[in-house]
């Protein structure tokens, strides 16, 4: 078990590019979770994928966010336009269906996002 | 909508003192608990959780959390601190039969000092 990876670690951008991260869930578990943290904030949810459906989108995922989980593997989080203000930690977390075990969240490193 | 209060922001005691930081959730329903650690330099890693049953959870690393529900209440205990436990902590929150999403407070940077 290797854990919850996510790619880049760091990523810096200017000002209306788009960004896109990439995240790969413990390879055992179905759901797959978004989060973003920002300076002095715990995490905040953005949406979760239980296999290759998004099944639940935060209102702070504005139309400029997009996530995929194609073939219920791995996820990628899309940022079109980014602003200023999409400065932060994302956070991929995942976890089996309450179920089959707790449902408890494990969480990857984060990619940090620097929009300039 | 629920939410998370931890009141310490920052918590400063040296080694072997003894550590409770607290929790206060506000949702009225059933929960599941969660108290995370995230260490200098680390991603967030799951301490303790409270699901069911008896209301005081052990966790790794010597800690262990107390669930009182008629206080919406959470709090994280440790008898004795070590350096090592330098980090901040999180508590989160997910309501039971309605949907996953954890919610969690605003963290407490705890700082041991030899």
């Known amino acids: 078990d290797t854990g919850v990876s996510q790619d880049p670690r760091h990523k810096i951008t200017k000002r209306g590019q788009n960004v896109t991260f990439r995240c790969d869930p413990i390879?055992?578990?179905?759901?797959l979770y978004w989060y973003r943290q920002t300076l002095g904030q715990g995490p905040e949810f953005l949406t979760y994928?239980?296999?290759?459906?998004?099944?639940?989108k935060s209102r702070l995922l504005s139309d400029r966010f997009s996530a995929e989980r194609p073939k219920g593997s791995f996820s990628t989080l899309e940022i079109q336009r980014t602003e200023q203000g999409d400065s932060a930690m994302y956070l991929c977390?995942?976890?089996?269906?309450?179920?089959?075990?707790?449902?408890?969240?494990?969480f990857g490193p984060g990619t940090r996002l620097t929009v300039t | 909508a629920q939410s998370v209060s931890q009141h310490n922001h920052h918590v400063i005691l040296s080694e072997a003192a003894s550590l409770e930081l607290g929790c206060n959730y506000s949702?009225?329903?059933?929960?599941?608990l969660f108290w995370y650690v995230q260490y200098p330099g680390q991603h967030l890693q799951l301490l303790l959780k409270y699901f069911s049953g008896d209301p005081l959870v052990k966790g790794i690393k010597g800690f262990e959390a107390e669930f009182i529900k008629s206080k919406f209440s959470f709090n994280l205990r440790k008898p004795s601190v070590q350096w090592s436990d330098t980090a901040e902590y999180f508590c989160a929150v997910k309501r039971t039969g309605g949907g996953n999403k954890l919610t969690f407070g605003t963290g407490t940077q705890l700082k041991v000092e030899l």
């Open positions: 994928f239980q296999n290759e459906a998004q099944l639940e």
């Open positions: 977390a995942s976890s089996f269906r309450s179920w089959q075990g707790k449902g408890e969240q494990y």
């Open positions: 390879s055992e578990h179905n759901r």
């Open positions: 949702y009225g329903g059933t929960v599941n």
